[in-house]
């Protein structure tokens, strides 16, 4: 293989992915670098500038411009981080929430599109080149936390939330069938009837592939949030992919105005219960119970949304 290979490529994929006019592409008044930054900010609740720079490797003068705009166009607040004085946090309005969603919308639409004009049969093929590509240019090097991302789930995701539970429940803590059935349940009542503005789903990804899951969900009790099945592929682990998913929840759910977060779990999820900790839970009751061919102990865990910030 050239550089004239690879250049050639290259050329080739951004006339495909219409990348030259991304945004006459999407109908959108946002580059594809624009774009990518305000992806980025949408799939990372605690972003700075500083950390923008160093994922995407941009100039910083240039994407102080992006972000100008941004905050022009309403899209963006900075503020001045807790942690550092010297470092600016970016977040997401309202107004630019919307504008992500809108754009992930069109830019999946698009991707959807592209796809269609693969052949069933030779879609598998076209995943393992791309898989390829990916690992040889990577140089083997193993996975960063800036490499895992936090977005929506897709088609086929809420399926793999029940699987993958089910399988890892039942490899680390020999649950049997009922909990699949339970996980089951939630999952598919969050599918048939859920609020998008006060309910959510997180889909930790790397590499292409879904490897955790977290949800935001509302209780019975008034202004309350409960979160379920957290969950994070042991070939993931140490990445700090469920710290992140459970930020991702406390944030969104004081964002959204609950007063209270609440969780069950078990004793047995000992690693689990060190991320509750850290984000302030507290446990509040815990009882002895006999479910999924178990023996265990039952923990019901709170956090008061209107106390200090993380």
């Not at 700075?48 to 166009?73: C, H, M, V």
């Not at 899209?75 to 504008?99: K, N």
């Not at 992930?104 to 004009?117: D, I």
Request: proline share 5%; aromatic share 8%.
């Amino acid at each position: 293989m050239t550089v004239h290979d690879i250049r050639a490529f290259n050329r080739f994929y951004t006339n495909v992915i219409g990348a030259l006019d991304y945004s006459r592409h999407l109908y959108a008044p946002y580059t594809l670098t624009e774009s990518r930054v305000l992806y980025e900010l949408a799939h990372s609740p605690r972003t700075d500038a500083a950390d923008l720079r160093a994922e995407l490797s941009l100039d910083a003068g240039y994407l102080s411009r992006i972000l100008n705009k941004f905050e022009q166009d309403g899209l963006i607040e900075r503020t001045t981080s807790r942690h550092d004085p010297r470092r600016r946090r970016v977040t997401l309005t309202a107004r630019g929430r919307e504008t992500g969603k809108l754009l992930e919308e069109r830019a999946n639409e698009s991707v959807g599109s592209l796809l269609s004009t693969v052949p069933a049969a030779e879609r598998p093929r076209l995943a393992d080149a791309m898989t390829t590509v990916r690992t040889i240019l990577s140089h083997g090097r193993p996975a960063r936390r800036e490499d895992v991302l936090l977005r929506e789930p897709a088609p086929g995701d809420l399926g793999w939330i029940v699987q993958r539970n089910a399988s890892l429940y039942a490899a680390e803590y020999g649950f049997n069938a009922d909990y699949e059935g339970l996980v089951a349940k939630i999952v598919a009542d969050f599918a048939q009837d859920h609020d998008p503005h006060l309910e959510r789903v997180w889909i930790a990804e790397l590499d292409g592939r879904p490897v955790g899951c977290v949800m935001c969900v509302r209780d019975e009790a008034p202004a309350t949030a409960r979160l379920r099945l957290l969950l994070v592929e042991p070939d993931a682990r140490g990445l700090g992919i469920g710290d992140r998913l459970v930020t991702a929840v406390v944030e969104f759910a004081r964002e959204v105005g609950y007063r209270e977060l609440v969780l069950w779990t078990n004793d047995v999820l000992a690693a689990a219960r060190r991320i509750y900790q850290r984000h302030g839970f507290v446990l509040v009751t815990e009882e002895p119970h006999r479910s999924f061919g178990k023996d265990l102990t039952g923990q019901d865990w709170r956090l008061d949304l209107h106390g200090p910030s993380e």
